[in-house]
């Protein structure tokens, strides 16, 4: 193991191919355009007379912004420098997303497959803090040097509108996220539909498991102190086997709490990204009057929307309704009891054995010989 003396305090990468440091990889290109290298030599060898399980987790549309330089270009009407990178990000995961499905109905898998997309957040509404440039960090380990351009701040160019808020805000334009479902598997009688159905991120893994007929409860993981797994099989919903989601509530943090088209905060919590975009932005006024420079706090009783009917959330009706407050207060404070909480400290054999294992990559540091 190295000694803390001799660990450099920057230039550890945080990229892994399968079992050991990508090492071969870095460095080396845009890095959706090695998912993309991967993906297309995971389905072209893929036995198809058994299932297969994909998961691509793009880092489009996430800091740091970059995209190629084609691709930047298709929008160079665009004034606004996070604006414009953002529109070359989106535009670049549609193209990843038509190379998938192409390959996969030129091999004859498409029409027993069920593709999943769904964002994990809403967009970036910060200020711009600096343009977008060429990157010229000279003598900066793996540094992004001849790639392309990167912003200088990569949490701007998203718009949420007609919703409040964005990413880190517990508006909707936080929380509520673009999804859909697609692929051959499919009912014909649901493809082109819309839902407007409560679904939780959480609750992919149990229709997953559910589809593989694999139980989705983790007994072990209970029996060890754990909370149970809080998932549900929507697959009866996409099919359209059934008209309403099984899923009418869940705990968004210690202080906000959903039910049906209710959403109710605990009373004098700060509302952060408490505004709305028009349907142009960032735009001019952005780096005066940005979405995230403005606040909120609910009243002493808590903030209560209604999301369905007023989905920008342009009025708190707590005075109005304080039956239910009262009675999303009482299920906030008894699901807040389930949070579970654990120590997210830094441990130095992280650094160590990054630096002395895996010659500056991350990689597994626990329980090693």
């Known amino acids: 193991m190295m000694k803390k003396k001799d660990i450099p305090i920057d230039g550890i990468v945080d990229f892994w191919d399968t079992d050991k440091p990508a090492n071969t990889l870095n460095g080396t290109g845009y890095e959706e355009l090695i998912f993309r290298d991967r993906i297309q030599r995971i ?4 036995d198809q007379s058994t299932p297969l399980f994909l998961q691509y987790d793009s880092k489009i549309a996430h800091y740091p912004m970059q995209a190629p330089e084609e691709y930047q270009k ?28 192409d390959t996969m109905k030129e091999l004859g ?22 343009p977008c440039n060429t990157t010229t960090f000279d003598g900066v380990p793996n540094s992004d040097v001849g790639h392309g351009t990167a912003c200088m701040n990569g949490e701007a160019g998203a718009n949420n509108f007609p919703l409040r808020g964005g990413k880190y805000s517990n508006f909707e334009g936080g929380i509520r996220v673009n999804a859909f479902a697609s692929g051959g598997f499919l009912p014909s009688k649901v493809r082109g539909t819309k839902l ?38 929507m697959w009866p ?3 359209g086997a059934n008209l309403t989601s099984p899923r009418q509530s869940f705990l968004v943090t210690k202080d906000m709490y959903m039910l049906g088209p209710w959403k109710y ?20 006024s952005t780096a005066a009057d ?51 909480k654990a120590k ?3 441990d130095p054999k992280c650094d160590s054995t990054a630096w002395g294992r895996y010659h500056g990559f991350y990689g597994p540091w626990r329980e090693l010989d």
């Open 43 to 46: 389905l072209q060898s893929h």
């Open 74 to 101: 298709r929008f160079a009407y665009i004034k606004e420098d996070h604006r414009r990178m953002y529109h070359a990000m989106v535009a670049f995961l549609d193209h990843q997303l038509r190379n998938i499905t």
């Open 109 to 130: 898998m498409w029409e027993n497959t069920l593709m999943v997309l769904s964002s994990d957040n809403g967009g970036y509404v910060k200020a711009f803090d600096g």
């Open 196 to 233: 407007d159905e409560i679904v939780h991120v959480a609750d992919w893994y149990g229709t997953f498991c559910s589809l593989a007929g694999i139980d989705f409860e983790d007994k072990w993981a209970e029996a060890s102190g754990l909370p149970a797994v809080d998932s549900l099989d």
């Open 237 to 239: 919903l996409l099919s």
């Open 265 to 284: 905060v605990r009373g004098n919590t700060e509302m952060i990204e408490a505004e709305r975009g028009g349907p142009h932005y960032p735009n001019a």
């Open 290 to 340: 940005p979405i995230v420079a403005h606040t909120t706090r609910c009243p002493e009783a808590g903030c209560l929307y209604n999301v369905v009917q007023d989905p920008s959330e342009s009025h708190e009706v707590s005075a109005q309704h304080p039956d239910i407050v009262k009675k999303m207060l009482a299920s906030l404070n008894e699901e807040a009891k389930t949070i579970y």
């Open 344 to 346: 997210h400290t830094n």
